[in-house]
């Protein structure tokens, strides 16, 4: 394939990706609170809506970074190492989800794409070397940028969901904490949640 083919290719493997993360969101084990507060975002900013919202904008991004690239001129160094970002990003969250399956033993959202993304990322980053002005090492350290972009990203357009979504009912939380003898009272422990890597696998921004 051409350059134009695999960042076509990369764009239709990333939108598979995002629409397998928003057709599993409801089933999904919830972001822990803990986890969105850190990133100032409220409890209910992984509501399924917003996230779906969240990985359409993260899904257009990306779309707009290849279109740029394509077009040449004389900033085309800047817009390929544009593309070397996208790729170390969406390589990233592939590998998120591959390293979760990994240590769970179990699908999540999102892994099953998650080799088709890794290879397409890892395809359009050896042909952005290969055809561009960028040396290999100045790609290399473009995407490993990008993959270091990933959870910042991903916050900022969760952030945009919640401002254009309006606030609905109040997110599930956790059972009230019970004291060692059963009752209620004493020591309250803080609730656990999934890990935080789903943050980071929504580069769908996912």
Known sequence: MTGPDVHRALLAVFTLHNAEEVALARAAPPVDPRVLQRLGLPADAHRPDRFALAAGALTAASGAVLAAARRGGPSATGRQA??????GALGGNAAAHLGRAALTRRYNAGSGTAPALLAASATVLAGTVRGGDLTARRAVVCAALGALAVVPVTAAALTLAVRVLPPGAPAPGPLPATAPGGGHG????????????RIGESLSAR
């Open 186 to 197: 004493g020591a309250v422990r803080p609730p656990r949640g999934p890990s935080p890597h």
């Open 82 to 87: 544009a593309v070397a970002a996208l790729t």
